[in-house]
């Protein structure tokens, strides 16, 4: 195996955790939670926010560490952030999906066929289902 494949192998591991402790967790003393309390507004929230956005910024120095020409660095880049982004869709808990609302319906529900008194009101319809038309 060559050296680049396991340079990215060992980026694409560093860019994953540094990227989910930025993103998801608390880090040691809440140090990263009270970070992304901090910025809650503006430009460094929307990188603090999104894994898809704080893995590609992360990337960036690791690809400068790893290559060592332009043509590699521009390869690497998105390389070590898809392989990021792959790795935390892998080991993250999707939320299940709520099931559907199901409700039934009363019987003799419909407010078109009824008067405001309780009784059908007279229609084509009414006087069909009686026999009548």
């Known amino acids: 195996m060559s050296a680049h494949f396991f340079g990215l192998m060992l980026g ?3 860019v994953w955790r540094i ?3 930025l993103h998801a967790e608390n880090g040691p003393w809440n140090v990263f939670d009270h970070l992304r309390r901090r910025l809650r507004a503006g430009f460094w929230r929307s990188l603090t926010g999104c894994f898809y956005c704080v893995s590609l ?3 960036v120095p690791f690809t400068f560490l790893l290559t060592e020409a332009w043509r590699e660095r521009l390869l690497f ?3 070590l952030s898809a392989g990021a982004i792959l790795l935390e869709r892998v080991t993250s808990r999707a939320a299940a999906a709520p099931p559907a609302p199901y409700f039934e319906e009363e019987e003799n529900h419909d407010v078109f066929l009824r ?3 309780g009784e ?3 229609s084509e319809f009414n006087g069909a289902r009686n026999g009548r038309r």
């Open 12 to 14: 694409i591991l560093g």
């Open 19 to 21: 990227s989910h402790l």
């Open 57 to 59: 910024w992360v990337a």
């Open 77 to 79: 880049w998105p390389a």
């Open 115 to 117: 008067k405001d008194d």
């Open 120 to 122: 059908p009101a007279p």
